[in-house]
C-alpha cells in the first residue's frame, strides 16, 4: 500500500510567478514509477510528468521541472513562469504495478 | 487515437436505480482501470482489467458494483441499488501493459437523488 502526501491545500500566484508542489509518499516497492497529473474546471486528467525510481536526475520540460529525492520520498514539481491557464488541481501519484495512487490533490490558483 | 471516451458524462439517477457507465479505451491499449473521485479528493483506484481479465478490485468496491470487459474492448461499471454515496466522477484510463503511461477519459460524474 502507498501512501501520498501532499500538504498544500491551495497555492494562490500572480501571472509569471513560480510555483512548487510538494510531494512526499510512501511506498515498500523498490521499483516504482511516480506521475504528476493536472485536473483543470473541466475534470479530465492530464498527464504532466512521469519519473521512474531508478532515475533521480531533475529534468526541465517547458515551463516544468521536478526534483525528485529518492531518499526522502519526496518527489516535488513546479511550474515556471505561471499563467493563469496553469489554474487547476495537481495531483502527485505513485504507481506501483498499474495502481495509480493520488494524493489529495493541490488546487493552484493563478490570477492575472 | 481518440482519447478514452466515456458515457454518458453526466448521470442523474433516483436512490435505489441501478446505473451503467461505459468506457471505451484506447484501441491498442490492453489495460483498462476504473476509479472513482469525490469532491475534494484525489481518484480512488476501484478495479482493472488486462485485456478482458479482472485483474484486481479495490475494497472500496463493495458488491452492488459489478464491472465488466467482454472481449477485451470496452468496458462498463454497473451499480445497483444506487446510495447516496455513491455520487461521484467515475474515471476510466487505459495503458498499454508495459507502457507505465495512463490516458484518463473525462468521466461519468454521477449524482444520487
Known amino acids: 500500500a502507498q501512501k501520498v502526501t501532499q500538504a498544500q491545500t491551495e497555492i494562490s500566484v500572480v501571472e509569471k510567478e513560480d510555483v512548487t508542489l510538494d510531494c512526499v509518499y510512501e511506498?515498500?516497492?523498490?521499483?516504482?514509477?511516480l506521475f504528476w497529473y493536472k485536473q483543470p474546471p473541466s475534470g479530465e486528467l492530464v498527464f504532466l510528468i512521469r519519473?521512474?525510481?531508478?532515475?533521480?536526475q531533475n529534468e526541465i520540460s517547458g515551463r516544468y521541472s521536478w526534483n525528485f529525492q529518492k531518499s526522502t520520498s519526496s518527489f516535488n514539481f513546479t511550474i515556471t513562469a505561471s499563467q493563469v491557464v496553469d489554474s487547476a488541481v495537481y495531483f502527485c501519484?505513485?504507481?506501483?504495478?498499474?495502481?495509480?495512487?493520488f494524493g489529495a490533490g493541490t488546487q493552484v490558483v493563478v490570477t492575472p | 487515437d481518440t482519447g478514452v471516451s466515456q458515457d454518458p458524462r453526466h448521470k442523474i439517477t433516483k436512490r435505489g436505480q441501478n446505473v451503467t457507465f461505459r468506457c471505451d479505451p484506447i484501441?491498442?491499449?490492453?489495460?483498462l482501470y476504473w476509479y472513482r473521485q469525490t469532491l475534494g479528493q484525489g481518484p480512488e483506484f476501484l478495479t482493472y482489467?488486462?485485456?478482458?481479465?479482472?485483474?484486481?478490485k479495490s475494497r472500496l468496491l463493495s458488491d452492488r458494483f459489478s464491472a465488466e470487459r467482454p472481449k477485451g474492448s470496452f468496458s462498463t461499471l454497473e451499480i445497483q441499488r444506487t446510495e447516496q454515496g455513491d455520487s461521484a466522477m467515475y474515471l476510466c484510463?487505459?495503458?498499454?501493459?508495459?507502457?507505465?503511461?495512463?490516458?484518463f477519459g473525462s468521466g461519468t460524474r454521477l449524482t444520487v437523488v
Open positions: 484510463a487505459s495503458s498499454l501493459l508495459e507502457a507505465r503511461g495512463y490516458t
Open positions: 511506498t515498500r516497492d523498490t521499483t516504482y514509477y
Open positions: 519519473r521512474n525510481s531508478f532515475d533521480e
Open positions: 501519484a505513485p504507481d506501483s504495478w498499474g495502481k495509480l495512487q
Open positions: 484501441s491498442e491499449h490492453n489495460r
Open positions: 482489467f488486462q485485456n478482458e481479465a479482472q485483474l484486481e
